[in-house]
């Protein structure tokens, strides 16, 4: 029987492939377009170098943080994503994980389980929500995640809704009947590790999202639920400052990339920022996160927490986003990746690996403390950077990242 540990995420990501059906797995890498966004993500933190120390290495390391307060023992939290369909456990045992391992669920409002279940799994727990529906609608969403007793909210707004893929988009059924489970046979069968988890839990995925049910009614598919987020008119400012009003408590912004956008999530109240392009999902050729980080934490970090989302698979990539001002990093795919490869042990396993990987650079750069990670533990390359701003005033960015000129603000 083979060894379930993984050494790395990306051999979790070779068994997620090899255990889903290739339309679930597809939608987990998703992107959009040509798909530059994705690829940046990942690639640009392979430009920056980093800056040893020989000796004089601390015996221990503290990789502790807070992040809105609340004690991780380690800055990286658990981004929300929708339907987790890879393991019949899905968000659940994605929150025991969490919980196990001292840090934070982030909980989609168009997950598989209801926000009950995850927060008896994981008190710390995120609720995530768009902006879909009626003011009535987002109120009972919110008030019932209130009640359940989430710690804070995560408003995304960042999804344009762009579609079409260079490589083709997965089939994905919107319920799943006699007559689907037929259809979808020759895709399902070749793999029995998927199937026989299900069969276990005498469960099969039914596709809805339970956390947008309305009081006495049923809970809509996820493309019914899609279909409501597609036809609500997009926000504004002062909405953010609605919800935050609505919620009473701590509210995230995910999803931006520009320097005045982080400047008026300020001003509409928010209390952290993810620096985020969706994963790669949203308009293709956004840079990458950690290229437009520097800019937005020197902007706004004295003011707000900032975390940054997108590209993480190594614990050295959670050290560079911390040395170029993210106080935490929210992972998606990875944990995805665990989840289809072993289930919670799985998600628990990418935990480890991150862990592992960030006490290294910890220590090889000469520190004992996560908190004294800096960017001058690391060698960036001229016109690493991305500052997506609309003054030269709101241009400012570490000189490190900029020392020659810059030619696009596109990814390349």
Do not use: C
């Amino acid at each position: 029987m083979p060894n379930a540990w993984f050494e790395t995420v990306a051999e979790a990501q070779r068994r997620a492939k090899r255990i889903l059906p290739s339309s679930v797995y597809g939608a987990l890498v998703a992107g959009s377009e040509k798909g530059l966004t994705i690829d940046d993500n990942i690639n640009a933190f392979s430009e920056l170098g980093v800056r040893p120390h020989v000796l004089g290495h601390a015996p221990e390391r503290d990789l502790s943080t807070t992040v809105l307060g609340i004690p991780v023992s380690m800055p990286v939290i658990i981004s929300p994503t929708g339907v987790q369909a890879v393991h019949p456990d899905g968000e659940v045992a994605v929150a025991r994980a969490a919980a196990n391992r001292g840090t934070i669920m982030g909980l989609s409002s168009f997950a598989s389980k209801p926000v009950e279940e995850v927060l008896a799994a994981n008190e710390n727990t995120f609720f995530q929500v768009y902006w879909t529906g009626t003011k009535d609608q987002m109120i009972q969403r919110i008030e019932r995640a209130k009640r359940a007793g989430a710690k804070a909210l995560i408003v995304t707004t960042d999804w344009s809704f762009s579609n079409g893929r260079d490589w083709g988009s997965p089939s994905i059924p919107e319920k799943l009947d006699l007559k689907t489970m037929f259809k979808f046979a020759p895709n399902v069968l070749p793999h029995p590790t998927w199937l026989l988890r299900y069969a276990k839990k005498i469960d099969i995925p039914d596709l809805t999202v339970p956390n947008l049910q309305p009081p006495g009614g049923e809970a809509p598919t996820f493309f019914g639920a899609y279909y409501e987020w597609m036809q609500t008119p997009p926000p504004q400012w002062e909405d953010i400052t609605w919800i935050k009003e609505q919620w009473g408590g701590p509210v995230v912004l995910k999803g931006v990339t520009r320097i005045d956008d982080a400047k008026r999530a300020v001003d509409a109240g928010v209390d952290a920022i993810s620096v985020s392009n969706h994963g790669g999902n949203d308009l293709d050729t956004t840079p990458a996160a950690i290229r437009q980080l520097p800019g937005i934490a020197e902007a706004v970090g004295d003011q707000i927490e900032v975390y940054m989302d997108g590209g993480i698979r190594r614990g050295m990539d959670v050290a560079k986003a911390v040395a170029l001002g993210a106080r935490a990093v929210m992972i998606g795919r990875a944990y995805l990746w665990g989840l289809a490869a072993n289930g919670q042990a799985g998600v628990e396993n990418v935990f480890d690996i991150l862990r592992g990987g960030l006490d290294s650079a910890v220590l090889g750069l000469g520190h004992g403390s996560l908190r004294e990670l800096n960017p001058d533990d690391l060698v960036i390359p001229p016109g690493f950077g991305r500052t997506l701003a609309t003054s030269e005033s709101e241009d400012k960015i570490d000189a490190r990242a900029n020392t020659a000129p810059r030619t696009e603000d596109a990814v390349h």
